[in-house]
């Protein structure tokens, strides 16, 4: 579907949905897509590293006492409480919160000098990319879940929700590249590092529900492989993804709260704290401790060095503007993918055998579903453990799927009510023993599976006696796929709204009709699947590192290899997290001196030197000072 906004205009966008182009190096396979997005990236972080910034007016300041926004800078003005009222929770609260965060620190006029380089825009850009995400949503939320798929109007709005995240994303990943080579962490910042990490992963989050929640074919198959390592873990029991009804309220509601909590906090953390002072010219020997510990101390110190206007208002203003345009246009120019989903129908319309062997294996317990395991049945195939525990077993079973029942013979009663053969047929399967009942199927299995004998099909119905009465079921059961109403009823059991595709989603990924779309599109494990996304669109090239652990021997060729991409990921997450903890990870940056490339000299002739050029030295009093090497 390529119909948008600007189709009332007689122009259409940039038709990328045609097939993507794909490069392969050693393990590594990516889309062009992604790797322009990455290259995109890359040069922007190096323009931000390399351009010179516009020079702000710039004042000295001596040492008398801090700037204006750093801690113990300024002397709020607090409203006195009445006499009698100071210990008053109210009164107590104000008067801290106005400590913590004067006006000063909220909305500041002035920055330290060294904050004049590009790299320290896409903190704000990256707020501005999220405000307008938040902004389409809104717009796609008033009309539906599914009015972007019927209406040129919604599906313009769908285009400018996706450009809005993968810029929010794209600027989110620059920023934390900068505050990494900032070691921004120093100076008891570790908590506003902490904060950025847990908004990036809950962001990564976000994302990965919207996929899920598009009812589209790119969703369908991301839910249908995304099961095996939630219910890995055992988060599957709860965290449904084939409920799309389940992951629209978590993508609109329960993870925007909570990472719009935690960009909030990380601002205020940046307020609070004020940004990272430069890292000294010269490197501290670690044996040194008394030097080490007064550059600690200068790093919380208040900034006592030149500052400049910081117009904080104008920045945001203009980074929403800049970030909404390039939005607009990409909207325009590039759409949004929209593969239509498969449903059971077009399944049995396309694949007639590959559809009845799928059910047949079902009926005989080989099918995935048959014997996938927990959440869903008693089963083994699709149980993964690493360690003593094993979560999958441990979560239960939590939404039950019995394949032969849900798949075959429960709408195949339904059926019955009218088509007195396969009525007849399913008494007489129904009323055998299971011993016979596994024999018929397996032998209608046999001779439909790929590469078997064919005989006549007529319909589903084959003339195959070893087959009992399954050759008249399977017909019955294609008839009613076939016609859509297979797909009624599988979504019609036990739900209230219909939008919990788990029983239908389960049947038709256990067919190869599903698994070749997605290898043709690109999409499946070892494509490199889960950062694809349908034709030529970029998908989520960050998630390269949870992806890369299917393609790394040993992890590759273990059967429980979805939880030990859980666990690798979770790990290397957690070590990222804890940058500012750990010697060796929070000393890259003095080893790597991009800073110096952020905090370079740049004044004028008769100018302050930019604050890159101050060195920490520590003094008589061992708390350290600042003196210019420039």
């Not at 113990?72 to 003005?77: A, Q, Y």
């Not at 909220?106 to 850009?125: E, K, M, N, T």
């Not at 919604?154 to 590249?177: C, R």
């Not at 009218?418 to 299971?434: E, I, N, Q």
């Amino acid at each position: 579907m390529k119909a948008h906004f600007l189709a009332a205009a007689g122009s259409g966008p940039v038709d990328l949905n045609q097939p993507g182009t794909y490069l392969h190096w050693s393990i590594f396979e990516i889309s062009v897509a992604n790797l322009i997005v990455i290259a995109v990236m890359v040069v922007l972080f190096g323009a931000a590293l390399l351009l010179p910034f516009p020079r702000g007016h710039v004042a000295g300041q001596t040492s008398a006492g801090p700037v204006r926004g750093e801690p113990d800078g300024e002397v709020p003005v607090i409203a006195p409480a009445a006499p009698g009222d100071e210990r008053m929770w109210t009164a107590r609260v104000r008067r801290r919160a106005l400590q913590l965060l004067p006006p000063g620190k909220l909305l500041p006029d002035r920055q330290p000098a060294y904050v004049a380089s590009w790299v320290y825009v896409f903190g704000v850009a990256t707020l501005a990319a999220l405000a307008l995400a938040i902004a389409s949503g809104f717009a796609i939320a008033v009309g539906g879940t599914d009015w972007w798929h019927t209406n040129p109007v919604g599906h313009f709005f769908n285009s400018v929700h996706l450009w809005s995240v993968e810029l929010f994303m794209a600027f989110m990943v620059i920023h934390l590249w900068g505050k990494f080579w900032m070691a921004a962490w120093r100076g008891r910042r570790a908590m506003t590092w902490i904060t950025g990490v847990i908004a990036f992963a809950a962001s990564v989050a976000e994302c990965f529900t919207g996929y899920l929640a598009q009812q589209n074919f790119d969703s369908q198959w991301i839910a249908t492989n995304g099961k095996d390592a939630f219910n890995a873990v055992g988060v599957g029991a709860f965290f449904n993804a084939m409920d799309v009804g389940q992951m629209l309220l978590w993508h609109v509601v329960l993870i925007p709260i909570v990472l719009i909590a935690l960009v909030g906090a990380h601002v205020l953390l940046v307020r609070v704290r004020g940004v990272s002072h430069p890292l000294p010219a010269r490197r501290i020997r670690w044996r040194d401790r008394a030097a080490r510990k007064a550059a600690a101390a200068a790093d919380a110190a208040p900034w006592t060095g030149p500052t400049r206007r910081y117009d904080l208002l104008k920045e945001a203003t203009v980074a929403t503007a800049v970030a909404g345009g390039l939005v607009l246009v990409m909207a325009g120019v590039l759409s949004s993918p929209n593969v239509p989903p498969v449903t059971v129908q077009t399944w049995a319309q396309v694949d007639q055998v590959g559809f009845v062997n799928t059910a047949a294996t079902e009926l005989d317990g080989t099918g995935g579903a048959a014997s996938y395991g927990p959440p869903y049945n008693t089963g083994t195939d699709g149980v993964q453990q690493v360690g003593p525990v094993n979560w999958q077993k441990l979560a239960g079973i939590t939404q039950p799927v019995s394949a032969a029942q849900d798949f075959v013979l429960g709408p195949l009663s339904i059926q019955a009510r009218t088509d007195p053969a396969v009525a007849t047929a399913l008494h007489t399967y129904t009323g055998a023993p299971a011993a016979q009942q596994q024999k018929w199927a397996a032998a209608y299995d046999a001779a439909t599976a790929p590469g078997a004998k064919r005989v006549p099909f007529n319909g589903g119905n084959l003339n195959l006696p070893a087959a009992g009465p399954v050759p008249v079921m399977m017909a019955g059961e294609l008839a009613m796929a076939r016609s859509g109403a297979l797909d009624t009823d599988l979504l019609a059991q036990r739900q209230f709204y219909g939008t919990n595709f788990t029983k239908p989603l389960l049947f038709i990924a256990d067919g190869g009709y599903y698994n070749t779309l997605a290898s043709n599109m690109h999409l499946t494990g070892d494509q490199w699947g889960v950062m694809n996304e349908t034709g030529s669109y970029p998908g989520q090239p960050w998630l390269w590192l949870y992806q890369m652990w299917y393609h790394v021997a040993p992890f590759s060729s273990s059967a429980s290899v979805d939880i030990w991409a859980v666990y690798l990921t979770g790990l290397a997450t957690l070590l990222l997290l804890l940058v500012p903890f750990i010697p060796g990870l929070r000393d890259i940056p003095r080893w790597v001196p991009v800073h110096r490339l952020i905090w370079r000299p740049s004044a004028g002739p008769g100018e302050v030197p930019a604050a890159g050029h101050y060195d920490r030295q520590p003094s008589e009093g061992g708390t350290g000072d600042r003196t210019r090497t420039g």
